[in-house]
Nanobody
Framework: QVQLVESGGGLVQPGGPLRLSCAAS????????MGWYRQNLGKQRELVAN???????NYGESVKGRFTISRDNVKNPVYLQMNNLKPEDTADYYC????????WGQGTQVTVSS
């Protein structure tokens, strides 16, 4: 089993930065990717960014060049650095870990508004 806890969400002005963290615990050795998704009410959950255990990253088209996913090693949190935030980035952000099963955190809310 894997447990994921997100932190770092909040209210930020357009153009500002925010960093999300996802701390993972449990049996981490069997995970092959971790990442972030986001969802707004009535919409499908969409990929923001993910990173494989080999360090390969993948980003959603709308965040490329603005967001960066990073992780030092399997024991450290996964970070999502979000820069130049836009109102359309407002959503609930979820940490995801992929292994023998797909694991999700509870989510953290990001609101971009002046």
């Amino acid at each position: 089993q894997v447990q994921l806890v997100e932190s770092g969400g909040g209210l930020v002005q357009p153009g500002g930065p925010l960093r999300l963290s996802c701390a993972a615990s449990g049996i981490l050795s069997r995970l092959y990717a971790m990442g972030w998704y986001r969802q707004n009410l009535g919409k499908q959950r969409e990929l923001v960014a993910n990173m494989t255990s080999g360090g390969i990253t993948n980003y959603g088209e709308s965040v490329k060049g603005r967001f960066t996913i990073s992780r030092d090693n399997v024991k450290n949190p996964v970070y999502l650095q979000m820069n130049n935030l836009k109102p359309e980035d407002t959503a609930d952000y979820y940490c995801d870990a992929q292994g023998p099963n797909d694991y999700w955190g509870q989510g953290t809310q990001v609101t971009v508004s002046s």
